[in-house]
């Protein structure tokens, strides 16, 4: 079963965006990140290039840096997730008194520590490449260092709830990732994949072909072809769920803008938090593809990323992109 209806997009979600003739521009504060914690001093070893700080565990299995920009960045897109969901920390119908959840790719924490705050009951497990997690966390909440794209060291049936978000770019083969996914599933158990693609798009073509953002996707699609990770799959997770076997799969589809051109006021807000979260993050997202995996030289790379940036910050643009919210159920056991 595939549905599509249900619970309703907020509003703005798939229809033409109206823009707003009279913006009046605004900025948006940063969040703020706690410093870094040791898990083991052998992983601390961190790894530096072009003046950002890369994991040492497993290094170049992640594309991003782990320094403090990207944390900021990191930290300010997962509250804009959760004005995008209305302050909620995830879409499926988990029960309020869930055991078992495993949130995966974690990074700075803050959703496994939020979601184990607000459900007491639950046993919350974070795992990512980087111990860049706070050591003051709510006691049923830990964090462990690992790689999600190797033999996964759970118990199968073991979890309620499998949260992924924000891992474009870090899965090899996404079908085969859910079918991991659902062997450590309870029957009955749900998994989530929230995503912000990349591919910017406009409706009323103020995005052109040349354009920085449309660059971006090319860009991209090389760097995804180098790593065999690819960083477009956003039309693709419904499917790859289901022939994961997953059941009672719904998916969403939710047009983020970039800026504060929409007339909508919430997603005029969005546009802020969107805006705010890229021109933070562009140059972790890029700066290892272009220079290690492209062979740019630093200084070209970041010429493109001022040219990227003006775009971002352009007001006649009326770009957006796609957050889908895919989830589904392991099927109950007859």
């Known amino acids: 079963m595939c549905s599509d209806e249900t619970p309703q997009a907020p509003e703005g979600g798939a229809g033409a965006i109206e823009v707003d003739a009279d913006d009046a521009d605004s900025t948006y504060p940063a969040s703020q990140v706690t410093d870094t914690t040791s898990l083991r001093s052998s992983i601390l070893n961190y790894k530096w290039e072009n003046g950002r700080r890369y994991h040492a565990f497993e290094d170049g299995a992640y594309w991003a840096p782990n320094d403090d920009r990207q944390q900021e960045a990191e930290d300010l897109m997962h509250e804009m997730y959760r004005v995008i969901l209305g302050g909620k920390l995830y879409a499926a119908p988990i029960a309020e008194t869930v055991q078992n959840v495993l949130d995966v790719g974690c990074g700075t924490g803050i959703w496994a520590i939020e979601f184990a705050d607000e459900h007491p009951s639950a046993e919350v497990l974070g795992v990512d490449l980087s111990p860049i997690q706070p050591g003051f966390v709510p006691p049923n909440c830990r964090f462990e260092v690992d790689d999600i794209t190797k033999s996964w060291t759970h118990a199968e049936n073991k979890f309620d709830f499998i949260h992924i978000r924000a891992m474009t770019g870090c899965i ?28 910017a798009k406009s409706d009323d073509g103020s995005l052109k072909a040349e354009s920085p953002l449309n660059k971006w996707v090319e860009i991209f699609e090389k760097i995804g072809e180098s790593t065999g ?33 929409p007339k909508d006021k919430d997603l005029k807000q969005w546009g ?34 001022v040219d990227l940036r003006n775009e971002i910050k352009d007001p006649k643009v009326h770009a957006y992109l796609d957050l889908t919210i895919v989830y589904g159920q392991k099927p109950n056991d007859d």
């Open 172 to 199: 090899p083969n996404w079908t085969e990732f859910y079918k991991t996914g659902l062997q450590h599933l309870k029957p009955g158990g749900w998994l989530e994949h929230v995503e912000l693609w990349g591919i």
């Open 229 to 261: 990770k690819t960083f477009f799959w956003g039309d693709k997770v419904a499917d790859s769920m289901k022939e994961a076997k997953f059941e009672n799969i719904y998916k969403q589809r939710i047009k983020v803008p970039i800026g504060t051109w």
């Open 272 to 305: 802020m938090w969107n805006r705010q979260f890229l021109l933070g993050g562009l140059e972790g997202f890029s700066i290892r593809g272009l220079t290690e995996l492209l062979g740019w030289k630093y200084e070209e790379a970041q010429l493109y990323l």
